[in-house]
């Protein structure tokens, strides 16, 4: 049987319960504003993690662009997420914010931390792709939690429409910022 949670718990106990899928802890720090600043330290820790699980990225310079990336991404994707879930496919009970998107989507990057153990050799692919999907099952937790959802197949469906609207728009910045193709002489 679960424990009675506090309130607000502690902030390695938040990620935690958030790597361990708990929508209680989804619930909570949709709840709490004051969880917008440990949201964006759990993405911090997760691109630092990844960056150094790549083994090929430790460097300061490095770990300030998988820092950049992953925040700019963060709320990105937060904001279309809200566009999507609230405005395009919202639930009978729907009712959310940008900032519980941010918050809820922030702690859903705690799986992965994990990729920090990508620096084991040989593991290291399995480690990232272990980390890959159980980020997009918290990130499926947080979107139905966040956006007030019955169901898991509407988070999933936000969730889908969301990496495909990301998809469409990364195909159409590279294709406006590659170098054109050198012709063969």
């Known amino acids: 049987m679960e424990q009675p949670r506090p309130e607000r718990s502690g902030f390695v106990e938040r990620i935690v319960r958030a790597a361990k899928l708990e929508t209680a802890l989804y619930e909570e720090v949709e709840a709490d504003p004051a969880a917008l600043g440990q949201a964006m330290?759990?993405?911090?820790?997760?691109?630092?993690?990844?960056?150094?699980?790549?083994?090929?990225?430790?460097?300061?310079g490095a770990l300030v662009t998988f820092a950049g990336v992953a925040l700019a991404a963060w709320y990105i994707w937060a904001a279309l997420i809200y566009f999507i879930g609230t405005r395009l496919l919202p639930g009978p009970r729907t009712e959310a914010d940008v900032g519980?998107?941010?918050?809820?989507?922030g702690f859903a990057a705690a799986?992965?931390?994990?990729?920090?153990?990508?620096?084991?050799?040989?593991?290291?692919?399995?480690?990232?792709?272990?980390?890959?999907?159980?980020?997009?099952?918290?990130?499926?937790?947080?979107?139905?939690?966040?956006?007030?959802y019955d169901s898991t197949g509407r988070a999933i469906g936000v969730c889908a429409v969301g990496w495909l609207v990301q998809?469409?728009?990364l195909g159409i910045l590279l294709s406006l910022f590659s170098p054109p193709p050198v012709a063969a002489a």
Request: proline share 3%.
């Open 41 to 60: 330290v759990v993405v911090l820790l997760a691109s630092v993690s990844a960056s150094v699980g790549s083994a090929g990225g430790t460097g300061i």
């Open 111 to 148: 799986p992965g931390c994990v990729r920090v153990l990508g620096v084991i050799p040989v593991v290291g692919v399995v480690v990232f792709f272990v980390a890959v999907v159980w980020e997009l099952m918290a990130m499926v937790v947080a979107v139905r939690q966040a956006l007030d």
């Open 100 to 105: 519980q998107l941010l918050r809820t989507i």
């Open 167 to 169: 998809l469409v728009v």
